[in-house]
């Protein structure tokens, strides 16, 4: 029943903001949800390969987000008020990256080089959407930030589920924050197509 449930969350999740975007979609967003669906095919697959093509799918997917938070943002503003919080996120992310490489070099010694390239394109994801938040508070960037939040923990959980013993709470807790971020991300995605349809339309 799990297997079939997450089965059917994604194309679920397209099909929802498929519709609510009327029916239109751009080829990053199209390109994020095909690798989605690339990396959770290969874990439902749970063959040999399963793992390093579920790690190559969603470092593009991430690699994708970030382009998009490049691309699509205003450059962050510091003022001397954001420079403690900003300092407390990035000293958790660096520590949170360090963490949970050295747990999964001590686990499995493949791949060191693809780990390293996905824990610092997820971290760049997620100071740029924390710093956002901290600096604009704007509902986008809670979206951004909800996102980034969700695909940490289901990663950290992914790599617990290795590191650890089998834990049905485990494999819960990745599955709900997995599902939790296609949702912020789909959001996310409506959210901007709003704004620009509102700034087109005041222009």
């Given at each position: 029943m799990a297997i079939y449930a997450k089965a059917i969350v994604l194309p679920a999740i397209f099909i929802y903001f498929f519709i609510s975007n009327e029916f239109k979609i751009k080829k990053t967003e199209g390109l994020i949800f095909l690798f989605c669906f690339v990396g959770q095919v290969f874990d439902l697959m749970d063959v040999e390969v399963s793992e390093i093509g579920g790690v190559i799918s969603f470092l593009v997917?991430?690699?994708?987000?970030?382009?998009?938070?490049?691309?699509?943002?205003?450059?962050?503003?510091?003022?001397?008020?954001?420079?403690?919080?900003?300092?407390?996120?990035?000293?958790?992310i660096v520590y949170l990256l360090i963490s949970v490489l050295s747990m999964k070099f001590?686990?499995?010694?493949?791949?060191?080089?693809?780990?390293?390239?996905?824990?610092?394109?997820?971290?760049?994801?997620s100071y740029f959407s924390f710093v956002s938040y901290i600096?604009?508070?704007?509902?986008?960037?809670?979206?951004?930030?909800?996102?980034?939040?969700?695909?940490?923990?289901?990663?950290?959980?992914?790599?617990?589920?290795?590191?650890?013993?089998?834990?049905?709470v485990?494999?819960?807790?990745?599955?709900?924050?997995?599902i939790l971020a296609y949702y912020f991300m789909v959001e996310y995605f409506l959210e901007k197509t709003k704004m620009k349809r509102r700034s087109l339309y005041n222009n």
């Open positions: 997917v991430y690699s994708l987000i970030l382009l998009l938070f490049i691309r699509e943002h205003e450059r962050i503003k510091l003022v001397k008020k954001d420079i403690l919080p900003i300092s407390i996120v990035v000293v958790f001590d686990n499995m010694q493949k791949f060191n080089i693809i780990y390293v390239l996905y824990g610092i394109v997820l971290s760049l994801i600096t604009k508070g704007t509902f986008i960037t809670l979206l951004m930030s909800l996102m980034a939040v969700s695909y940490i923990f289901s990663d950290i959980f992914y790599i617990f589920n290795e590191y650890f013993s089998y834990s049905v485990l494999v819960l807790i990745r599955d709900v924050t997995q």
